[in-house]
Structure formats: C-alpha cells, structure tokens
C-alpha cells in the first residue's frame, strides 16, 4: 500500500503478511480523498478510524495534515503494526485494541470524520448498527461525516442519515451526515 497525497506522498508501506485484513486500494482511496477534499481542510479535523486494519486510512489523513486520529482495531497485531508505523512517521495516531461495538457503546468524544471499514463478511445487522451507536452516541461532530466501505452486496440507503454511496469495483462507499437545517 501507498500514501496517495500529502506530506508522505508516494511513500510505501509493507504490512505483516500475517495480518486479517483487506486494505482499501489504492484507486478507491483515491476516490475516497478526492471527494473528502470538497468538503474538509484535513488539518482541522479528528479522526476515527473504526476497523483500522494496517492503519491505511490513517496514514493517508495524517499525511494530509490531520493530527488528531484514533483507530480502533480488535487485533493485536494490527494494533502494533499502527503504533510502529505511526512512531516511524511521526504521525499523531493512537491506536486502541477493542471491539469496535463495545467500543462505540462506551466511547464519549466526537470527530469530524468517522471511516470504518469492517469486514465484507459482517452480517448486515452489524453494518447497520455501526450508524446507530455512532449517532446515538454523539461520535459523529454537527458538521462531520460517518463513512462506511462495504462491499456492493450490502445495502445501507435505508438508514437513517444516509446522504449518498460511491462504488468502486467491488466496494462501495456510504456517506453519512447529521441533517441541517438550510
């Protein structure tokens, strides 16, 4: 995986071969960001990074000048893989072990930006309950965007505070925002 834009631009990052995950690629990512851009200064913005993985998402806004980004992962080598390559960067991420659920149950703070990308094979009550304890718990910041990646066998349009979804080959990505009033 590569740092598509920012202060790290072009930089690789090889990740334990052993780890459970599915890093976004590089073409969505790069779609992802562009649209991120219409809407947010990066250097202005905290993070929750739900799912990390390898960190990916991550990597990616804090090269972009984010500075405050927490991720969330339930795998121990995951979460080591993020503090390495964090400290190795220089970059401001805190990586935390926990179940995602039982993490947004308890957690207290909001963030401008709320990525999770669980995986494909999650049954579809468990994507859906990633909006509901996002927004029941005040996660998400008035001005913020929850962003869920899944795969096009999911289905999210549905939910409350739904605004859009992005496909790109095989996954798609559903945008999330708090309705304000014009």
Request: a negative charge; charged letters at 25%; one cysteine or more.
């Given at each position: 995986?590569?740092?598509?834009?920012?202060?790290?631009?072009?930089?690789?990052?090889?990740?334990?071969?052993?780890?459970?995950?599915?890093?976004?690629?590089?073409?969505?990512?790069?779609?992802?960001?562009?649209?991120?851009?219409?809407?947010?200064?990066?250097?202005?913005?905290?993070?929750?990074?739900?799912?990390?993985?390898?960190?990916?998402?991550?990597?990616?806004?804090?090269?972009?000048?984010?500075?405050?980004?927490?991720?969330?992962?339930?795998?121990?080598?995951c979460v080591n893989f993020i503090k390495k390559t964090a400290a190795e960067f220089s970059f401001d991420i805190?990586?935390?072990?926990?179940?995602?659920f039982t993490f947004l149950e308890k957690h207290q703070e909001s963030y401008d930006i709320v990525f999770a990308d669980p995986p494909y094979d999650?049954?579809?009550?468990?994507?859906?309950?990633?909006?509901?304890?996002?927004?029941?718990?005040?996660?998400?910041?008035?001005?913020?965007?929850?962003?869920?990646?899944?795969?096009?066998?999911?289905?999210?349009?549905?939910?409350?505070?739904?605004?859009?979804?992005?496909?790109?080959?095989?996954?798609?990505?559903?945008?999330?925002?708090?309705?304000?009033?014009?």
């Amino acid at each position: 995986m590569r740092i598509i834009s920012g202060k790290y631009k072009g930089r690789r990052i090889q990740a334990p071969k052993n780890l459970p995950v599915r890093p976004t690629t590089d073409m969505s990512k790069e779609a992802l960001f562009n649209i991120l851009n219409n809407h947010f200064n990066f250097t202005e913005l905290t993070i929750l990074d739900l799912f990390a993985g390898t960190g990916n998402i991550s990597y990616e806004f804090a090269s972009r000048g984010s500075d405050t980004i927490l991720c969330v992962d339930a795998d121990m080598g995951c979460v080591n893989f993020i503090k390495k390559t964090a400290a190795e960067f220089s970059f401001d991420i805190v990586p935390i072990k926990s179940d995602v659920f039982t993490f947004l149950e308890k957690h207290q703070e909001s963030y401008d930006i709320v990525f999770a990308d669980p995986p494909y094979d999650l049954p579809q009550k468990d994507f859906e309950k990633i909006p509901e304890l996002v927004f029941k718990n005040n996660i998400l910041s008035e001005e913020g965007m929850l962003i869920i990646e899944h795969s096009k066998h999911t289905s999210l349009e549905h939910l409350e505070f739904f605004t859009s979804a992005r496909n790109y080959g095989g996954s798609v990505f559903s945008f999330f925002e708090i309705a304000t009033e014009e």
